[in-house]
């Protein structure tokens, strides 16, 4: 490795260098990400690339001594560093089945296996939970409680009042036929491509990235424009709208030409409002196909990819998938890409690409799992009866359960009046005609969060204690992950008979697609009074 009184480094050079300087795992492909979003600025051409040590050095010590600093300024020094998890990459935090489906709102496998797993440490001073045991997470989301279960070899419950989650939550810990899995997508994808054959959207797709990538080669040239916006040397916003301006009548008459439905005719559902008519029509086409297969563990796995794919379909910009403010007809000018970017026009690239990675995240994830039982249960945790859902199941997981009791809860219970858990997965409920639940959502958004809200909420969660104590053991552990800005869960334990007997505060980074701001959540351990 060059010492750093080396003017310039290659990608691998600067990997090792920043590797070293930052005792964390950097690749070249991380280097390359600085260099093609203008962080650090590219010298000499393709096939020799170099970033200068200076500038590299400057982003890591700002990106590294800032952050910690920051969070603990504005959030206090009581915060355990330690339970952020920086060290991790995206892809070890989203690891094997865990990314199969989006889901806003849900924490991290790491943070669910450190007080799950049998080690201990200066912040974890015992172990709570053994192989064996059963875990219980009423508010089971996207399911994560339950994969860590299943990798950590204990049984897990969850619940959850959605229908959809349950169906995500249950898709990731079923044991497939890969090989069956695999034929179907196959055969689905011969078919739309079949479909999608003779379609003039093709065609006109084509021609449109053409002459989107003859656009942007010479306003958005890669990387020195995103370098120069870095450095506000570029004024954003007024450059993109001149340059949406300057590319639409080129997309106008693209459309005309090519006769393209930039609408569908009705717009009464989400799946009207949000997609092109060929996009739907290809999602029509290929659920029709989803409804031939036989194996029911297949069918609902294909319905997950489909569901991921048209999420990602959805007529929006790049940067507003995560919050849809309106649905984008036109080629515009992207903030997230720093280029001209288009809505989709076919779902084939999608569904081929989560295909693939779908198939992949269970191949990885049956490497892991553990002979274990894993199941959702779709209902309310204020009144379901666990013990009965499970043995209409599962008989012989019913037996278990109701022999052993459960061991724990650990749960990341919805935050009062933040997010609607229904709205965020409205196409999947059109699609696949779930009932929704809306009305039994506790803290839901469409409450707010004023003062009955607030009352209805810790009325909420505390229902849900008292009903799930019943199957606990009774030497129970109890975590539930919160931000507790307005002080609800002393007295959410206090009416469920619990007490708090520790609080662990974590700092929470990455939280959106869009938020930065320094932000903290705590982890509540609770106990039987």
């Known amino acids: ?9 290659t990608l691998k050079q600067a990997a090792d260098w920043a590797t070293s300087y930052t005792k964390k795992d950097v690749t070249p492909s991380n280097i390359a990400y600085l260099v093609q979003y203008g962080r650090v600025q590219k010298i000499g051409e393709n096939g020799s690339t170099q970033v200068a040590l200076p500038e590299l050095k400057n982003y890591y010590d700002n990106f590294l001594s800032s952050r910690e600093v920051n969070f603990k300024e504005k959030l206090g020094e009581d915060l355990n560093w330690a339970l952020s998890f920086d060290q991790y990459k995206e892809a070890e935090t989203t690891k094997h089945v865990h990314r199969l489906h989006p889901y806003k709102g849900k924490f991290i496998p790491q943070l669910v296996e450190y007080f799950l797993d049998n080690h201990t440490d200066k912040f974890k001073t015992e172990t709570y939970f053994e192989k064996g045991d059963i875990v219980l997470d009423p508010f089971s989301g996207s399911g994560t409680t339950m994969v860590q279960a299943c990798e950590l070899g204990m049984h897990a419950v969850g619940i959850d009042v959605s229908a959809f989650n349950s169906l995500i939550g249950n898709c990731k810990v079923t044991k497939y036929d890969i090989a069956d899995i695999q034929n179907a997508i196959t055969l689905i994808t011969n078919a739309l491509e079949s479909f999608i054959k003779n379609s003039n959207a093709v065609e006109f797709e084509e021609k449109l990235l053409q002459e ?13 424009y995103k370098y120069r916006l870095y450095n506000n040397q570029i004024n954003e916003t007024e450059y993109g709208k001149e340059k949406e301006a300057l590319f639409l009548p080129i997309f106008e008459r693209l459309v005309k030409e090519y006769n393209i439905k930039l609408k569908q005719e009705k717009n009464e559902t989400f799946l009207d409002k949000w997609y092109s008519a060929h996009i739907r029509n290809e999602i029509d086409f290929v659920f029709e196909e989803i409804k031939k297969i036989k194996n029911t563990n297949t069918k609902k796995i294909v319905s997950v990819i489909l569901s991921r794919t048209i999420r990602s379909c959805r007529a929006t910009t790049h940067a ?30 999608w569904w081929k690409t989560y295909s693939k990675d779908t198939v992949a995240r269970l191949h990885q994830f049956d490497r892991l799992r553990t002979d274990t039982f894993q199941l959702c249960l779709t ?34 219970p919805p935050y009062v009046g933040l997010i609607d858990y229904h709205e965020q997965h409205a ?35 505390s229902d849900v204690l008292n009903n799930c104590k019943k199957y606990l053991a009774d030497d129970y552990n109890v975590f539930l992950v ?20 520790n609080q662990f505060k974590r700092p929470v980074l990455n939280r959106t697609e869009k938020d930065k701001t320094a932000y903290s959540e705590s982890i509540f351990h609770l106990k039987n009074k």
């Open 1 to 9: 490795m060059q010492t750093t009184s080396a003017a310039y480094f």
């Open 482 to 501: 919160a931000n507790d800005k307005y002080n609800m869960y002393p007295t959410i334990a206090e009416n469920a008979g619990m007490k708090i007997v």
């Open 379 to 412: 209902g309310d945790s204020r009144t379901i009866d666990i013990f009965e859902q499970i043995k209409k199941r599962n008989a012989e997981f019913g037996n278990l359960v109701e022999k052993q009791k459960i061991n724990g809860i650990f749960s990341s």
């Open 212 to 224: 989107l990538n003859i656009f942007n080669n010479q306003y958005f040239p890669v990387p020195d």
């Open 427 to 461: 196409y999947a409920y059109d699609l696949f005609g779930f009932e929704r639940k809306d009305e039994l959502e506790i803290g839901s958004l469409f409450k707010g969060q004023t003062k009955d809200a607030k009352e209805s909420y810790v009325q909420g969660i």
């Open 320 to 349: 507003d998938l995560a919050t849809l403010l309106e649905p984008q007809t036109t080629t515009y000018y992207c903030s997230k890409h720093g280029k001209m970017c288009k809505p989709l026009f076919s779902i084939l690239k």
